[in-house]
C-alpha cells in the first residue's frame, strides 16, 4: 500500500476495510469474531464493539494465524475463516458456506471462485470425488507447477472447519516452502489423510474474491463496494438520479421516496428522512436530515435539519448547527453551533455562529453575530418573530426580545427590548460638490 498506516485500517465508503468482514460475520450470527493482528499494529479502534483480538507472534503465514489462535479454534464447534482485506464478503454468502459445509458433514469447507487471470491465488486441486484434495500456493516460484497454475478455479480465502479438527491439523502443519510459512490450505491434505471430507462452495458473488494490496485494488473494490450500497438504498424506493456520480458511506441511512441528485456525497454516520431532496452538488458528513426536507448545493458537517426544513444553495452548515421544523438556511448562508427555531429563517449572506433564534423570526441579508471576542466566544439570544433589518451586525453576548426589530445596518451591542426597534448607526453627512473637488485633485495630479 505504501503507507504508513496499516493496509486493513485504509476506509472503504467510510468504513475500515477490515470491520467489513466482522461485520458480515456479525450479521450472519457469529457467537464470537476474533481478529488475529501483528504485534505491531493496534487495530482496536477500527474493530466493531466487542471484537476480539489475538496476536499472531511473528508473520508466519496464514496457517501460523490460526496457530495462535489454536485455544479459540479448539473451544469452537464451528469456525468460518475470512480474510481482513477481502472486505465484499456478505453475510449471505456466510449463510451458504456453513450451511453447504454442515449439510456435507464435511471436517472442511472452502469457498471457491473462478478467474479467467487467477495471478498468485491458491489454486484449487480437487479429487476425482469432486472433493478437494490441497490447494496449491502460487505467491513465488517453486510453489506451484505449470500444470497446477494453469487451474481457474481458486480459493476465496474463506473456509468453515471443524473447530476441534481444525486444531488438531494445525498441531502437524509444516513450513517447508518457499515462502517459510505455514499455510492455512495445507491443512487439508491432512484432513483428506485422515478419512475426513474436505467439501467446497463455489460462491455465486465473484466480489468475494477480490482482494486488497495496492492503491489501485483498494479503489476497485471500493467501486464495487458503493455501487452495492447505491443498489441497497434504490431497491429500498430511494431514487438516486446518477448512481455514477453519487457517493454514499456504508454507514448512511436514507428513508423511501427521497431523491438523491448528481454529485452528491454522503459520509460517516448521515441519515436523511423520507420523501427527501438532496443536491445536487451537495455533501453531507455525520449530518442528520429530516423528512421532506430540500438540501441544495451545500456543505453540511455534524448538524441536525429538521422536518420541511430548506438548506441553500451554497450554505455551510457546521458542527452543532441545528435547523428547526421548516427553518430555512439560505444562499451563502454560514451557520456554526447554532440554534435556528421552526420557521425561522436565514435567508441569505449571512453568518450564525453560538447564536439562538427564536421560532418564526427573519434574519435580513448580512446579518451577522460576532461571537469572538478574541479571548472566548460568546452568545447571541434572538427571540421569536423578530425582524432583523439587512447588514445588521450582532456584538455577543447580546439577546433581542420577541417581536423586536432591527434598522438596517445597525450594529447592535446592547440588548433590544421585547417589541422594540434597535438601532445603532452614525449620522448620514452629504458633502456638498465632492465630485467636482476630486476630479479637480485628479486632474491637478496628472498636470505636476
Excluded at 478455479?153 to 505455514?182: C, I, K, M, S, W
Excluded at 471576542?373 to 439577546?399: E, S
Aim: hydrophobic share 35%.
Amino acid at each position: 500500500m505504501r503507507s504508513a498506516m496499516p493496509k486493513v485500517l485504509h476506509e472503504i465508503c467510510g468504513r475500515p476495510m477490515v470491520a467489513w468482514p466482522v461485520l458480515a460475520a456479525r450479521e450472519a450470527g457469529a457467537g464470537r469474531v476474533c481478529v488475529i493482528v501483528s504485534p505491531e499494529r493496534d487495530l482496536s479502534e477500527a474493530l466493531p464493539n466487542g471484537t476480539e483480538t489475538i496476536v499472531q507472534p511473528e508473520a508466519d503465514g496464514t496457517g501460523g494465524a490460526l496457530r495462535a489462535a489454536a485455544d479459540v479454534v479448539r473451544d469452537s464447534d464451528t469456525v468460518v475463516i475470512l480474510s481482513g482485506d477481502h472486505p465484499l464478503v456478505s453475510a449471505q454468502i456466510i449463510d451458504e458456506l456453513i450451511a453447504t459445509h454442515r449439510d456435507a458433514k464435511a471436517a472442511a469447507t472452502v469457498m471457491t471462485t473462478e478467474m479467467e487471470e487467477p495471478g498468485s491465488y491458491g489454486r484449487i486441486v480437487r479429487g476425482p470425488d469432486g472433493d478437494i484434495e490441497r490447494i496449491v500456493e502460487a505467491k513465488s516460484p517453486g510453489d506451484a507447477t505449470p500444470e497446477e497454475l494453469s487451474i481457474k478455479e481458486v480459493n476465496a480465502g474463506t473456509y468453515a472447519f471443524a473447530g476441534p479438527t481444525l486444531a488438531d491439523a494445525l498441531e502437524r502443519l509444516r513450513n517447508d516452502n518457499a515462502q517459510g510459512e505455514y499455510y492455512l490450505g495445507d491443512v487439508l491434505p491432512l484432513l483428506r489423510d485422515s478419512g475426513l471430507r474436505v467439501a467446497a462452495y463455489r460462491a455465486p458473488d465473484p466480489g468475494v474474491n477480490l482482494g486488497i494490496n495496492d492503491r489501485a485494488d483498494l479503489a476497485r473494490v471500493a467501486d464495487e463496494a458503493r455501487r452495492r450500497i447505491l443498489v441497497g438504498h434504490m431497491r429500498a424506493g430511494v431514487t438516486v438520479e446518477d448512481p455514477g456520480a453519487t457517493w454514499i458511506d456504508a454507514e448512511v441511512e436514507i428513508g423511501a421516496d427521497t431523491t438523491i441528485l448528481p454529485g452528491t456525497t454522503l459520509r460517516g454516520g448521515s441519515s436523511i428522512g423520507a420523501g427527501s431532496t438532496i443536491g445536487p452538488m451537495t455533501t453531507l458528513v455525520d449530518s442528520r436530515v429530516g423528512d421532506r426536507t430540500l438540501v441544495v448545493h451545500s456543505y453540511l458537517f455534524g448538524c441536525e435539519v429538521a422536518d420541511d426544513a430548506t438548506v441553500g444553495p451554497f450554505a455551510y452548515l457546521r458542527p452543532d448547527a441545528r435547523l428547526g421544523e421548516g427553518a430555512k438556511a439560505g444562499t451563502f448562508v454560514e451557520i456554526k453551533n447554532s440554534e435556528i427555531g421552526a420557521g425561522a429563517k436565514v435567508p441569505h449572506l449571512s453568518y450564525i455562529g453560538d447564536a439562538e433564534v427564536g421560532e418564526g423570526s427573519n434574519l435580513g441579508a448580512s446579518t451577522v453575530t460576532a461571537n469572538y471576542d478574541g479571548r472566548t466566544k460568546n452568545r447571541t439570544k434572538i427571540g421569536k418573530n423578530v425582524h432583523t433589518g439587512v447588514d445588521t451586525t450582532f456584538v455577543a453576548p447580546v439577546q433581542v426580545g420577541d417581536d423586536a426589530y432591527t434598522g438596517a445596518g445597525s450594529v447592535i451591542t446592547e440588548d433590544v427590548p421585547p417589541g422594540a426597534l434597535g438601532i445603532s448607526r452614525a449620522e448620514q453627512k452629504n458633502v456638498e460638490g465632492y465630485a467636482r473637488k476630486k476630479a479637480k485633485e485628479s486632474s491637478e495630479g496628472k498636470d505636476s
